[in-house]
């Protein structure tokens, strides 16, 4: 009995599950069975563009201007395909390849290399296609090979073509007074039956109070508390600050919204709930604070390296950057807007200069040597001069700290260093208190140096397998 493999793959939805996906792989699954084939594995890619190179093919695809021209205009972030990498990894033996219809296995780009090397590949190893829609293509005849071409660009040509007539009829309606895609706006729902837009009575007073207090001035700290406290339940997690800017930015809860041109235009499926004079003073005094706040250049900015690697061990939530008493601080964001006590033994400050206690880029500069591991030799010699010297150069330490390490989980009692080299462990760090000030004692520090020292000397003997440790805390 001869062999196949299935292939199916879906350009948008969820990465964990898609139902065409699951039809896909049935139908292609009956077609086997009726053409009496053995399957012998299935493959599948989920949210990703047929245009995209499978996984392994990473220099071909960059030498495709064509298809980094493509990739550049789009949003989504996958430029390669697992499932079919792993596919073409075990065509040995396999006779066919199962899909729904071509376009799953590749959709044609303008002058890219994607489908003639996908193709030269399937017939140096004579696997044929099989397709639910369409029937046996055979790619090593070359009159099949050039209608399969054919259709594939006429078919491109065609998508083109549609999707930039549905581009005009949009614009059309939006330039008219229309939402062409409906409303995403927070608290207001789209009726399409009535082609209307309506506010979710619920939502209705929060909307409504956060136009009233930024009119009257009210600073947005107090905004965000009271919001979280007499309505936190409306949201998903918090209501943040950038919350706040999303909702008082949208027009349409006035009744207008912007054209194609940028200009502001009265929405015909509804009115609004706010006064466009008042919508126009909120932009003003929010652009006056902007403004206001804005640091000159030069002035005002903090070097903060830990930036995005600190998270919240009680609630998950990053932390956010703080000034405690002219000092940088940082904390858990979500649980200062809702009150959570459980996050408010997190907040950690980054320097100290108290003689028994050390911050945070005391604590993490032991484990810099861990980023060592797979640097060039001129790079090596670069940062092993630099960790010897007291005060290293910036651009040095952020260097090795992200590649050293893949976050910090800061929690109330002690502090967690994540690897990111796998197979390392590292001692959790407790945290001591003094007076008003928690830190770390320095033989903490020292002892967290001593492990980091035997691992990378470890490391050293054995690169290719580091050993599990986990000193006690």
């Known amino acids: 009995m001869e062999k196949a493999v299935i292939y199916a793959r879906q350009s948008s939805g969820s990465d964990d599950y898609s139902e065409s996906v699951a039809v896909q792989i049935r139908n292609c699954r009956h077609l086997a069975e009726h053409s009496k084939l053995k399957v012998v594995a299935v493959f599948q890619d989920l949210n990703v563009s047929g245009k995209t190179y499978p996984e392994g093919w990473e220099a071909l695809a960059s030498s495709d201007h064509a298809f980094q021209s493509w990739f550049a205009m789009q949003t989504g972030s996958k430029s390669s395909r697992r499932g079919l990498g792993e596919l073409f990894q075990t065509l040995a033996g396999v006779n066919y390849i199962i899909v729904d219809d071509i376009t799953r296995l590749y959709r044609p780009l303008s002058r890219s290399f994607l489908e003639a090397a996908v193709n ?64 995403t706006a927070w608290g207001l729902r789209y009726l399409p039956v009535r082609k209307r837009i309506a506010v979710d009575p619920v939502k209705l007073p929060v909307i409504r109070y956060l136009f009233d207090r930024v009119d009257a001035g009210d600073s947005y700290n107090q905004i965000v508390h009271e919001v979280n406290a007499r309505w936190g339940h409306l949201f998903r997690t918090c209501f943040w600050e950038k919350s706040l800017y999303q909702i008082t930015s949208r027009p349409i809860y006035a009744g207008y919204q912007y054209n194609t041109a940028g200009e502001l235009i009265k929405n015909r499926q509804w009115d609004g709930v706010v006064s466009l004079e008042q919508f126009q003073r909120v932009q003003e005094i929010m652009a006056k604070r902007r403004e206001e706040g804005a640091c000159p250049k030069g002035r005002g900015h903090h070097w903060m390296p830990l ?37 408010r033994g997190t907040r950690i400050m980054v ?52 590649r050293a390490l893949v976050r910090i989980e800061v929690y109330s009692g002690f502090v967690r260093l994540v690897p990111r080299r796998e197979g390392v462990l590292l001692p959790d760090v407790p945290r001591f208190k003094l007076g008003r000030y928690t830190g770390f004692a320095r033989s903490e520090l020292a002892r967290l ?23 006690s805390a």
Do not use: W
Request: charged letters at 30%.
């Open 120 to 183: 030269q590949y399937l017939i140096e190893r004579s696997v044929r296609i099989l397709q639910v829609k369409g029937g046996m293509l055979d790619l090593n005849q070359f009159d099949q090979q050039l209608i399969t071409m054919l259709k594939n660009q006429i078919n491109d040509e065609q998508i083109a073509k549609q999707r930039q007539r549905s581009i005009e009829v949009l614009n059309r309606l939006r330039d008219s007074g229309f939402m062409p895609t409906g409303v």
């Open 307 to 343: 930036s995005g690697l600190l998270v919240c061990g009680a609630c998950g939530s990053r932390l956010v950057s703080c000034v405690d008493d002219g000092r940088i601080a940082y904390r858990c964001k979500r649980g200062y807007f809702r009150g959570d006590n459980s996050c």
């Open 351 to 402: 320097d100290y200069d108290k003689p028994k206690l050390v911050g945070l880029l005391q604590l993490v500069r032991p484990v810099l040597p861990l980023g060592l591991a797979g640097a060039s030799e001129g790079e090596r010699c670069l940062f092993l001069g630099e960790l010897r010297k007291r005060k290293m150069a910036r651009d040095v330490f952020e260097t090795l700290l992200t």
């Open 449 to 471: 140096r001593r492990h980091v020292r035997a691992l990378t000397e470890r490391a050293a003997r054995t690169p290719e397998a580091p050993e599990k440790t986990r000193a």
